[in-house]
């Protein structure tokens, strides 16, 4: 999968929490999840858990952590598909 | 340097069914924080709103931290909740004031090394509201609670601004106060544009907001 098309099913699984569908549209690494899509912090769990289903991986503690913005979603479930 | 953080989860919002899923709480609450409901809580109070409990106070910590350190990265995991005292009774009376009524709160201490902090949260069957400091006396902390109309984010923000400047003007008549973001994004109190030292933290979650602030 490439970075662009894990971004493209990345964006499904940010839309149900956001109502920014415009900006979502838009996003790229450097779009925060929570100043700039404006996504409430309670419903980050639900992304990432979102996301381990999405792309049938396990994302631990330290590597959710990490997932504030775009970018770093991207890199942390990167990284998880290429240990499978 | 003295800080202060707040949360509110609104209980309308949340997926009670996703919530008791191992997965998802998993990611919040560590494994002596369960035994701690199951020997505690698990009797008066659905597990969910333990859950949502502990995420509020790990983020009240979190916001207090951000504070003074930037840069510091949200780990629920690794703040823990080691001791939780439940109200002696469910009654909430007021939404908002100075220090909190021991009666109607759970009183809980947090360790997230180095540190030591203390939290008051309210549980109603709206919302869970949790406020942390680094001293168990909370008689210099200010906080409130609201139900607002919109749950547009814009609006959420507006909402607990113009909340919290009512009681910042009631304790300061004479000044002209502003709220306003810094650059780490944290909330701050300005004089004239120039912040003043009394830490506010603001919360907000579909219906409800929240603040606290240090006095």
């Known amino acids: ?84 | 340097m003295i800080s202060t953080g707040n949360d509110i989860v609104a209980l309308k919002a949340i997926n009670v069914a996703r919530t008791k899923q191992q997965k998802f709480y998993n990611k919040i609450i560590t494994g002596s924080e369960k035994a701690l409901y199951e020997g505690q809580f698990s009797e008066r109070l659905p597990f969910e709103y333990f859950v949502w409990l502990a995420w509020s106070v790990k983020e009240s910590v979190f916001k207090y931290l951000q504070r003074l350190n930037p840069e510091l990265i949200f780990s629920p995991s690794k703040i823990k909740i080691s001791k939780l005292e439940p109200p002696s009774s469910q009654r909430v009376s007021h939404f908002e004031g100075r220090d909190f009524n021991k009666k109607t709160v759970y009183e809980g201490i947090i360790d997230y090394s180095p540190h030591t902090f203390y939290s008051r949260t309210i549980i109603t069957d709206d919302f869970i509201f949790s406020v942390v400091s680094h001293t168990n006396n909370f008689e210099k902390v200010m906080w409130g609670i609201k139900k607002i109309g919109s749950t547009d984010a814009d609006d959420q923000s507006k909402a607990v601004r113009t909340f919290a400047l009512a009681m910042l003007n009631t304790l300061f008549p004479d000044s002209e106060l502003q709220i306003d973001k810094n650059n780490h994004s944290c909330p701050v109190i300005l004089k004239n544009d120039i912040e003043i030292l009394v830490p506010i933290s603001l919360a907000h979650h579909d219906h409800w907001v929240g603040y606290s602030f240090q006095v």
């Open chain 1, 1 to 84: 999968m490439t970075r662009e098309e894990t971004l493209n099913e990345l964006k499904k699984v940010i839309a149900p929490y956001t109502v920014n569908k415009e900006m979502l549209a838009g996003i790229n690494d450097q779009t925060d999840l929570i100043r700039d899509l404006k996504i409430n912090s309670a419903n980050l769990v639900d992304i990432i858990i979102d996301a381990e289903a999405k792309y049938d991986i396990e994302i631990d503690y330290d590597s959710a952590d990490k997932m504030t913005n775009v970018g770093s979603c991207l890199d942390v479930i990167t990284e998880k598909i290429n240990q499978k």
